[in-house]
């Protein structure tokens, strides 16, 4: 039996870590908060994990599982038609598509920030001139996994909405509106 892989985006993940420490570093200099200022607070970080701490590739040995901020898109081995890259892992199964936003491809800005180091040594800073020649972790992790898998029967496809990411993203929502109008 093979591990379980989660795959995530390292930046959003930092982000999402920044903007809850200034949010806090905010609220302990702003010690007590307005009610406005507090219901802010937390709707951005509901915000922050719902667009950049929850979503994941999650693959095991039965299936690719996309977790996108509003909806979770799980794909079979059997059932998956192509796994390939562009601004984002993108895989298909049927007359379904997804693409992975915690997966972005190589041809993504935070590609420009990673570095390679050539067969002499010399380390390019130009990531989008070694797109080819580098494919992306996520789409390689993909394919290993499908082409051990493919052949074993597993589930189909599963699309379903993301329904705690939908609760938070509604509440963050509905306590902006109410910060505003407290402000």
Known sequence: MTTTVV???????????????AALAW????WPPEGSGLLFAVAVSGLLWVLCWRPAVVIDDAA???RNPLRDVRIGWSALDEASFGWSLRLRAGDVACRAVAAPGPASMSALYDRHVTPGGVLER?????????????????RQRWEARRS????????????ASVAVLAASLALLVAAAVLA
């Open 7 to 21: 795959l995530r985006h390292a930046l959003a993940r930092a982000v999402a870590v920044a903007g809850w420490a």
């Open 27 to 30: 609220l302990v200099a702003t």
């Open 64 to 66: 690719v599982t996309v």
């Open 126 to 142: 130009d990531a989008v001139a070694q797109v080819g020649r580098h494919p992306a972790p996520a789409l390689l992790a993909v």
């Open 152 to 163: 074993a029967p597993s589930g189909g496809v599963t699309v379903a909405p993301a329904v």
